[in-house]
């Protein structure tokens, strides 16, 4: 197999997406081509070097551009995220371990779930550009994922939204506020472990954690 090139990945899926009818799908098919070509310990390894050590989950992007968005999703044990959007189509390609997305609809009740999915190593899963969702990794050990999204994420900012826990109330989106959602979720859901683990990925998170 050959050796895995984020700037490779990222100019060929561009390149899929710009000529094909459909961009999600596009991208979706050259991740589970890029699955196929590529040993997945050869993905981590690549994706591992590219971010900082104790990265927080803004900081894990490793190409950004107006057509593509990576991020290289290192999801602690038992993590369960703050309800949130994209704006733009998202493709996620499990590298190790196992994701889960409960996917929201608004109603006139506020939001209420539509769907569960999942995906484990080795599968590619997407979700479509108004998707509303939180991922948790529901094992007991870090899992690992590329995602990757259908537009530069820095120019998405001030278009992506939050939902509050409890209330789901809307509020702007930040990768602060993602994680403070998170930290809430987990303490309103008696999730320990999830906590325990965050703060072990992310030690910056620890005063946040223990304000709760």
């Known amino acids: 197999m050959s050796t895995f ?4 990945f990222a100019a060929e899926c561009k390149q899929a997406m710009a000529g094909a009818p459909n961009a999600c799908d596009a991208a979706r098919q050259y991740l589970e081509q890029s699955l196929g070509q590529h040993d997945r310990a050869d993905i981590i390894a690549v994706l591992e070097a590219a971010i900082p050590a104790g990265a927080s989950v803004g ?7 107006p057509e593509l968005t990576m991020l290289y999703a290192r999801v602690p044990g038992r993590f369960r995220s703050g309800i949130h959007n ?11 371990g196992e ?4 996917v929201y609809a608004q109603s006139d009740e506020g939001l209420r779930v539509r769907e569960e999915l999942g995906v484990v190593a080795g599968e ?22 590329l ?3 259908g537009g530069d994420f820095g120019a998405l900012m001030a ?14 989106f930040s990768f602060e506020g993602l994680v403070k959602q998170a930290a809430i979720a987990m303490k309103r859901e008696g999730n320990a472990k999830g906590l325990e683990e965050m703060v072990n990925a992310i030690p910056a998170t620890k005063a946040l954690v223990d304000s709760l």
Request: a negative charge; charged letters at 25%.
């Open 147 to 149: 995602h990757i999204y």
């Open 59 to 65: 900081e894990m992007i490793v190409h950004q551009s």
């Open 86 to 96: 994209h704006t733009v189509f998202a493709c996620i390609a499990q590298l190790e």
């Open 159 to 172: 278009k992506r939204s939050l939902w509050t826990e409890g209330e789901h109330a809307e509020v702007p």
């Open 124 to 145: 590619v899963m997407e979700l479509p550009a108004d998707a509303i969702h939180h991922i948790e990794n529901p094992l007991e050990q870090t899992s690992s994922a």
């Open 5 to 8: 090139s984020i700037d490779r």
């Open 99 to 102: 994701e889960r997305s409960t």
